[in-house]
């Protein structure tokens, strides 16, 4: 247990603490001041010097708060014309410092970059090589990129799935309003719906021929490029934005009512969940052969064709529906708080 | 002979195209308002992003490439002005004076614009849908 000094209230550490703490003002100094003074004279206290102490005490108060009030005003000052513009200096050249130092550092890391197209360059090592050369026979993917993000990295794209997942639940968490417990939307939703019609131009005819025309075009260009994922360059991520899009605009035509319909909050979760859920157990069954040297089931098949390159296109279709959900789900819940 | 015809008028229609992007940016500087700087975004960004694309197809000649530049084109004559006018809408639907910053022809429009939309609640909707 720690000791406490006797006269730890009226050492410097003591009232530093007390500053810390409770801020301090000047009539608080002349306080403790005071209190200090009495501890040493409450045993030679007379009657007829009192009255003359108390006068002195309150001298010493009054002097305090004046000079306190002085050095507030005087620091006010200084601040607002002396400090500002020293300030403005110390920003300008802070900010000169910075940017030229950033500036240079950059160009030094530009300048010691290897030169462009070298053979000999770091990235030219074998594993490029390997997935150059051996990449299509091996995964029996077209597009290079597919196979390695989907076939050799697996791994890292089921956290970059994961990590959508993760920051749509984040969104949820921070605004979804949720009905109450009986099942009866609260008086935050109401309100929110409320808003929602408020501030939107209301059944737009113009919007709604066009989205008539082009949403299924979106659709099927977002399922085009999810499904050709493994030939062509596209895949999950970007088909999967396309079809969020899609879903976007069609509920800007037309209205929470209509999307209601095939997309609720229950779907999210179980589109999400099943996605991520497939991803997970299909790629734990390749590594699980592929590092025990068991035949797989998924062969590469022939290279072009849709249902080829193992894997890789039903990846592909979790990866678009996962990208795709949050997309969509980032929209709304910023929208109106709810699906 | 022939290749410097295209070539100037595939530059042409780009240097139009990029003064008409350049006139759009300087009308969304400029413009006080925000229905004026929508005018000048939306109409200039139209005729501007036509003006570049058929530049690019003239000078790329006709092939698979230019097909989809036109579909291009026509992406964006779809969605382009109708983004303009959705945002249009908005700003009158959501500014209580319009009156004071824009001229306006048609009262009762904007009167019925700013009616909120009757709220219904869940229950009314299967109401409707058992009947």
Redesign the interface.
């Given at each position: 247990m720690a000791k406490i000094r006797p006269d730890y209230e009226t050492s410097w550490f003591g009232r530093l603490m007390h500053w810390l703490e409770n801020g301090s003002t000047a009539l608080d100094d002349a306080m403790t001041d005071e209190m200090d003074a009495h501890s040493r004279d409450h045993l030679v206290d007379s009657e007829h010097h009192h009255a003359t102490q108390e006068h002195a005490l309150e001298e010493r108060r009054h002097a305090a708060l004046e000079r306190e009030q002085r050095m507030y005003s005087s620091l006010h000052q200084w601040a607002s014309t002396k400090g500002s513009r020293l300030m403005r200096w110390v920003y300008i050249v802070a900010s000169v410092v910075m940017c030229v130092g950033i500036i240079a550092l950059l160009l030094n890391t530009a300048a010691n970059l290897p030169p462009y197209g070298d053979p000999d360059n770091p990235v030219n090592n074998e594993v490029s090589a390997h997935y150059i050369t051996q990449g299509q026979a091996e995964t029996g993917a077209v597009n290079i990129v597919a196979g390695m993000i989907l076939d050799y990295r697996a791994f890292d794209t089921l956290g970059e799935s994961n990590v959508l997942f993760i920051a749509a639940v984040t969104v949820l968490v921070l605004l979804r309003l949720a009905p109450s417990r009986d099942g009866k939307p609260t008086t935050e939703m109401l309100e929110a719906e409320a808003d929602d019609r408020l501030y939107e131009p209301k059944h737009d005819m113009i919007l709604q021929h066009q989205a008539n025309l082009l949403v299924p075009l979106i659709l099927l260009f977002g399922i085009y490029v999810v499904m050709n994922g493994h030939i062509s360059p596209g895949g999950g991520f970007s088909g999967g934005a396309i079809m969020g899009a899609g879903l976007i605009l069609y509920l800007n035509a037309f209205g929470f009512r209509k999307t209601e319909r095939f997309f609720t909050f229950r779907t999210f979760q179980i589109v999400s969940l099943m996605a991520l859920a497939f991803y997970a157990c299909s790629k734990a069954y390749s590594f699980f052969t592929g590092a025990n040297h068991l035949p797989s089931i998924f062969s590469p098949g022939t290279p072009g064709m849709l249902f080829s390159a193992g894997l890789i296109p039903y990846l592909n279709i979790a990866v678009g529906l996962v990208v795709c959900c949050t997309m969509y789900a980032f929209y709304t819940l910023f929208r109106k708080g709810d699906m | 002979m022939l290749d410097i015809i295209r070539f100037v008028i595939s530059a042409a229609l780009t240097l139009a195209g990029l003064f008409c992007l350049l006139s759009g940016v300087v009308g969304v500087y400029k413009f006080r308002y925000a229905l004026s700087r929508v005018h000048a975004a939306a109409l200039l960004d139209t005729v501007g992003i036509l003006l570049m694309l058929l530049g690019v197809i003239v000078a790329t000649g006709f092939t698979v490439a230019s097909l989809k530049m036109l579909v291009v084109i026509a992406?964006l004559w779809?969605?382009s002005p109708?983004a303009g006018?959705?945002i249009g809408?908005?700003e009158?639907?959501?500014n209580d004076e319009l009156s004071r910053d824009a001229d306006v022809l048609d009262q009762d429009y904007v009167e019925q614009?700013k009616v909120?939309?009757t709220?219904t609640?869940?229950a009314d909707?299967t109401q409707e849908e058992a009947q």
């Open positions: - | 992406f779809l969605t109708v006018h959705l809408r908005l009158v639907t959501i614009e909120p939309e709220t609640t869940p909707d």
